[in-house]
């Protein structure tokens, strides 16, 4: 974990909630006051049409509300889509973009999410950017060049410190089980740290780096207190309460190396 740095637990939701999972919502509110998360900021990202309902139950909590993507545009006609603006309007603190998902399924390019993330910084919003690469790049080689790249494109020149966050997701190992090494982890944060203070020079010692990418109770002790993982960006576990708090709760404990 980065030195003097607040770990950062978020729960991307994805395309998962009614009206009925926001119990789980107001059970993540309750354990955290409760001291459940330790120091950890705790933030939810819930799919938009439970963003305003989600909100209410977050309001005056120590819980965060986040938007899963936005537009880069304010407004205007854009069927079917949200802007950084209205994430702000419904209670939203913060926005994931450039998701594995998103990149892949909606052929989101680096120069589109870099859009998006001066969106966010123009709304207020602190940008969680998504960067990894596929098992075809890891087996080349490549992924710390491909990582690079993402980095460069997608981050805008211009970040106010503290309102970006980068989340590392191994695309191989969303939602499949599989994880990479202690190692490989170490050395991608620390690449990502030393070429995110090449372009935000002085950023780089601060900003925190998720990792996301099959994170459960059973592993966030082990993969959480590696050097430069300031926290973890939970895909399936964060859907369920107790699955979520249990791996947040890692940061009412003391490191154990």
């Not at 309007?89 to 399924?105: K, Q």
């Not at 966010?120 to 087996?139: H, P, Q, S, Y």
């Not at 944060?189 to 994170?215: E, K, W």
Request: net charge negative; with cysteine; charged share 20%.
């Amino acid at each position: 974990m980065t030195h003097g740095a607040r770990p950062l637990v978020a729960g991307n939701w994805k395309m998962n909630g009614l009206r009925e999972s926001l119990t789980e919502a107001a059970a993540i509110c309750e354990a955290v006051a409760a001291g459940g998360a330790g120091k950890a900021e705790i933030v939810v990202c819930p799919p938009a049409t439970m963003l305003m309902a989600t909100a209410r139950i977050c309001e005056g909590t120590k819980v965060g509300l986040g938007g899963q993507d936005c537009h880069a545009e304010a407004s205007g006609a854009f069927t079917g889509d949200i802007s950084a603006e209205m994430l702000k309007d419904a209670g939203a603190t913060y926005v994931i973009l450039g998701h594995s998902e998103r990149r892949a399924g909606h052929h989101e390019t680096d120069k589109i999410v870099r859009a998006k993330a001066t969106a966010a910084m123009r709304a207020g919003l602190a940008a969680i950017i998504c960067v990894g690469e596929t098992r075809a790049a890891r087996d080349a080689g490549d992924a710390l060049s491909i990582v690079g790249v993402q980095l460069a494109g997608s981050i805008p020149e211009i970040s106010p410190p503290g309102r970006i966050v980068v989340a590392y997701e191994p695309v191989w190992a969303i939602g499949t089980g599989l994880t990479p090494t202690r190692q490989d982890i170490a050395e991608m944060h620390g690449f990502i740290r030393d070429r995110v203070n090449q372009h935000l020079p002085g950023q780089g010692a601060s900003m925190r780096i998720l990792y996301g990418g099959s994170v459960r109770p059973a592993n966030a002790a082990e993969l959480l207190w590696i050097d430069d993982v300031d926290g973890a960006l939970v895909g399936g576990a964060s859907l369920s309460s107790a699955e979520f708090m249990a791996i947040a709760g890692i940061y009412t404990k003391s490191r154990k190396d």
